[in-house]
């Protein structure tokens, strides 16, 4: 008997206990899952007005720029400049040896003075009419020739004598003293740095906006600061026929010395025309192969009158960027409130709630700092 009343017991503990797992099972399966709203940084699309660009890749060159180099052989004896130094234009840069030319020319010079004397006794004897017309055009032949012959050695020493051509700056010294110079050897760069040359390329079809005197801006991650303004001054006439792009060159300041030839620049050429556009940060858009979406954030009252944020996605087809900034053509207006940040973390009909403690700072014209 007290067997079966320890059963029956044990029986009547076990059902109990199955009774109220079923119970917490039955309430778990009933109650929706409480899923807390994410944290995101939002901003209103907004219509701003954006002056129409066009832009490209340039490269920097010289307005003047050579490569001194030598026109004569001979042997470098003395060396006047400082690398990387400024010079003015007929600063003397590199002597060669002249002495050869110096010997021959004192014998060019004392051949014409003694064939002026000549001429000049021969000149007195025609006047008298005892030397003939021949003989005194062959000594003023003789005395040109000399003259010459004096002249073309003073031409060789010049050569030898290398000067600035221009007025600007001087870069690494590519010879040394002593050495000896073939026709043609380089000698040291030299760049007019004041003003420079900026060419780029342009479609075909926008040859039509295009005049002398627009201004251009250069950016890059070369130019710190604020963006260097040109203009342009000179537009090729003639496009090119494997590529359909036509040429065009602006002119820049380049008086603080922030840009140098051979450096590839961005170029953005500001057209007299201004655009009314949609903006919205860039980090708002989800880019994907079937199409471009954004994450809107909507009020929804709720049953019991609370508010809470929801987001939806839209589809949006976008345009032009500049900065931080990507131009909306359809799919937003102009107030809609949409994610910023945290857009990878979201699904559409999730809740958020909206933190822009931490916004990125979205600019137009951006600028890359070391960290």
Same mark, same amino acid.
């Given at each position: 008997m007290?067997?079966?009343l320890a ?10 206990i199955?009774?109220?797992k ?5 309430k778990?399966?009933h109650?929706?899952? +409480?899923?807390?709203?994410?944290a995101v940084?939002?901003?209103?699309a ?5 002056q129409r660009t ?5 490269s920097?060159?010289a307005?003047?720029g ?6 004569l052989d001979?042997k ?5 400049f400082?690398?990387?130094s400024?010079?003015k234009?007929?600063?003397l840069l ?10 021959q020319?004192?014998s ?5 003075e003694?064939?002026r004397?000549n001429?000049?006794r021969t000149r007195?004897l025609?006047?008298?009419a005892?030397v003939s017309?021949a003989q005194?055009?062959a ?14 050695i ?7 004598t290398i000067?600035a051509p221009?007025?600007?700056?001087l870069?690494?010294r590519?010879?040394n003293l ?6 043609g ?7 007019a ?14 040859v039509?906006?295009l005049?002398a005197?627009?201004?251009v801006?250069?950016s890059?991650d ?5 963006p260097i303004?040109?203009?342009?001054t000179?537009i090729?006439?003639?496009v090119?026929s494997?590529?359909r792009n036509?040429?065009v060159q602006?002119?820049?300041d ?6 140098r030839?051979?450096m590839?620049?961005?170029v953005? +050429?500001?057209?007299p025309v201004?655009d009314?556009?949609l903006t ?5 858009v ?6 471009d979406t +954004?994450?809107?954030v909507?009020e929804k009252t709720?049953?019991?009158g609370?508010?809470t944020l ?6 949006v087809?976008l345009?032009s960027?500049?900065?931080?900034f990507?131009?909306?053509?359809s ?5 809609d409130?949409i994610?910023t940040s945290?857009?990878?973390r979201?699904r559409?009909?999730?809740a958020?709630?909206?933190n822009?403690?931490l916004?990125?700072?979205?600019q137009?014209?951006?600028? +890359?700092?070391?960290?």
């Open positions: 007290k067997t079966f059963i029956l017991a044990m029986v009547a503990l076990v059902g109990a199955i009774l109220i079923v119970a917490q099972i039955n778990l399966i109650t929706k899952a +409480v899923i807390p709203p994410e940084s939002t901003v209103q907004k219509e701003e007005t954006w066009l832009t490209s890749v340039g920097v060159t307005v003047q050579v490569t001194v180099s030598a026109e001979g470098i004896v003395e060396i006047a400082e690398a990387g400024k010079v234009a007929g600063d590199v002597k060669q040896d002249t002495t050869v030319e110096e010997a020319l004192r060019a010079e004392a051949n014409a003694l064939a004397v001429l000049e007195e025609l006047a008298k005892t017309q005194f055009d000594d003023a032949a003789t005395y040109k020739q000399a003259v010459a012959a004096g002249d073309n003073r031409a060789t020493i010049a050569k030898k000067k221009f007025t600007g700056q870069g690494i590519l010879v002593g050495q000896n110079l073939k026709a050897d380089a000698i040291v760069s030299l760049q740095l004041g003003k420079l040359f900026v060419d780029f390329y342009l479609p075909q079809e926008q039509g906006k005049k005197g627009l201004k801006l250069l890059g070369a130019i710190e600061g604020t303004e040109g203009a342009i000179a090729n006439p003639d090119d494997s590529t036509i040429r602006a002119t820049v380049n008086t603080a010395g922030r840009i030839p051979g590839y620049v961005d953005a +050429v500001d057209l201004t009314k556009v919205i940060p860039s980090t708002a989800l880019y994907a192969p079937f199409g +954004v994450y809107v909507d709720g049953e019991d609370a508010k929801i987001v939806r996605q839209q589809i087809r345009g960027r500049r900065g931080d990507v131009v909306v053509s799919g937003l207006k102009a107030g409130t994610v945290g857009v990878f979201l559409p009909g999730g958020v709630k909206v822009n403690d916004a990125p700072d979205a137009l014209a951006p600028k +890359v700092t070391d960290s």
